[in-house]
């Protein structure tokens, strides 16, 4: 299974990203997926996730109101929209598919990962 991340990129605080991740899992439907940041000298952490309906959706608190999660099965892909972007979100960003259809916070409950894209909010 592949995930390939994309949508990374420069931009200045208060502005806006849309990531999209394209899995190769044929269920893709079938399973929650996540996506989670990593920071220079920090640990991954978690972002927001989503089922596998689209139905429910989990986000961190820092960008609770800002950050958007939502899929397209049809396309087997999941979208981050990201609003009002702050120095702070400058990170690598990456997608993940779940072992099971209902999201998670942990990096234990994700079984394949994407190779990440590059988000920098600086002016």
């Known amino acids: 299974v592949q995930l390939q991340a994309s949508g990374g990129g420069l931009v200045q605080p208060g502005g806006s990203l849309r990531l999209s991740c394209v899995t190769s899992r044929r269920t893709f439907a079938q399973f929650a997926m996540g996506w989670f940041r990593q920071a220079p000298g920090k640990e991954r952490e978690f972002v927001a996730s989503i089922a596998w309906t689209g139905q429910t959706t989990e986000y961190a608190d820092s960008v609770t109101g800002r950050f958007t999660i939502s899929r397209d099965n049809a396309k087997n892909t999941v979208f981050l929209q990201m609003n009002s972007l702050k120095p702070e979100d400058t990170a690598v960003y990456y997608c993940?598919?779940?072992?099971?259809?209902?999201?998670?916070?942990?990096?234990?409950?994700?079984?394949?990962w994407g190779q990440g894209t590059q988000v920098t909010v600086s002016s």
């Open positions: 993940a598919e779940g072992y099971s259809a209902f999201p998670g916070r942990g990096l234990n409950e994700y079984e394949y």
